[in-house]
């Protein structure tokens, strides 16, 4: 197998070829979602940062455009946001052609190596033909650095709910919440995080956002924050905060900041591969739903990889959903409904018993490299229940949850090819079970070297990715005290040309 055959994902973002990290400037118009992406194309390894660019009418199958923005005199581009400009406040454009408007940190790396700490700043450009070619604004950057080493990652939204541009910015250890009129002078709020949250690392990459209550008139406002290092797991991961926002001030809610009890994060995803990840701008105010995508990796070992040409891809686009049960808030994950385009064979089975090692699907019936499964659970014992991804060469890939314990897991320390980073497999990734249940709902997407599982209809997420010598082959279920049963059980194989 050459590396770009065996490793590619059929179904998952990836560049034709280069390094990749953050998604940026996602938006959705006129029928296209685009995704814009942290994209060093001369190298496999990070560098100086451009916007790359694709776009898709259904966040599945993306066609890659030119690159969007490159680097200038004033610095690299790095990781930002983009809103389309309807009213067209910023008059880049006009109403019958409302511009985009994207904002980004300027990294200018000669002040960096001259030892200076002022280095990124927060620069615009705007686009006139939905999001191809962009202009940038000749008085950049809007938003200077207040002497301050780490100031990036500018996420703006139209607050509706008080009619203002907001951005948040993160900036070092809490965020900076800004507000406009025009999309070009900023006036600074407030600021939101300082020894609240988790604090592992450096916070990059915030995104702030009114969710309305799932099934309720109730809304609140989430923030999203990604840290690195700090992760759940080692190295990256994304935590979010429930609270209110006046137009001013972001107060947590006082059952989430029991929640956190300070400074214990609740994480979007507990696996060691969603770093990054932020939604769509102008989706919900189309169909309601808010969108959201991260990068498929993590910094402690995105760039060793064992592939080539190309390096890290994005994860399954995923509607966020606010849940509120027993007065406790959480932003739930769910895989986008747009992947049921792509169904073709599947196998459905009302019960299967596993009363030993058992096989559920294999190679001879399915192709385990393009799966959407989904089953469930009903009364959970004190045991382990564990389920396996395999091939002949015993590369394994396990995951599950211990109901003793209380926790659920992903074990990849027997995937296939580790030997390129130590942090890559040296343990097995958790995530505490917080709730009572005796039923548990398992959705799981798989696409050669990823996996992703939603329990409980995404309340806990795990993502992570995994390197096998040859394509995964069987698909298996383990007992280890008890015997169970999957209910409900679909294999849904995806087809992708
Ligand atoms: C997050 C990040 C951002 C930064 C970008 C640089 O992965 O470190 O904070 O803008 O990557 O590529």
Known sequence: YSEAELYRPNFHFTPQKGWMNDPNGMFYYNGYYHLFFQYYPDSNVWGPMHWGHAISTDMITWTEKPIA?????????????????????????SLENPPIVAMFTYHDMKKEKAGETNYQSQGIAYSLDEGLTWTKYEANPVIKNPDMKDFRDPKMTWDAIHQQWIMALAAGDKTMFY?????????????????????????ECPDFFPMTVEGTDEYKWVLLLSINPGGPNGGSATQYFVGDFDGNNFKLDESFSKDINGDKGVWIDYGRDNYAGVTFSNVSEVDGRKLFIGWMSNWNYAQKVPTETWRSSMTIPRELVLVKK???????????????????KTIKKETLKIDKETVIVDKSVINLSSMDIHFSLKNLKEDTYTFSLSNELKNTVKFGFNKKENYFFIDRTQSGDLSFSPLFANKISKAPITEKFDAIDVRIIVDKTSIEIFYNNGKTVMTETFFPEKPMETFSATKEKFGYTLENLTINQLNFN
């Open 69 to 93: 923005l490159y680097p200038d005199e004033k610095g690299y581009i790095f990781s930002g946001s983009a809103v389309v400009d309807i009213k067209n406040t910023s008059g880049f454009g």
């Open 179 to 203: 507000s406009s009129k025009n999309l070009k002078e900023w006036k600074l709020l407030s600021d939101f995080g300082k020894a609240i949250g988790a604090h592992g690392g450096v916070w």
């Open 326 to 344: 027993d007065g406790h808030y959480s932003v739930n994950s769910r895989p986008v409904k747009e992947l049921q385009n792509y169904v073709g």
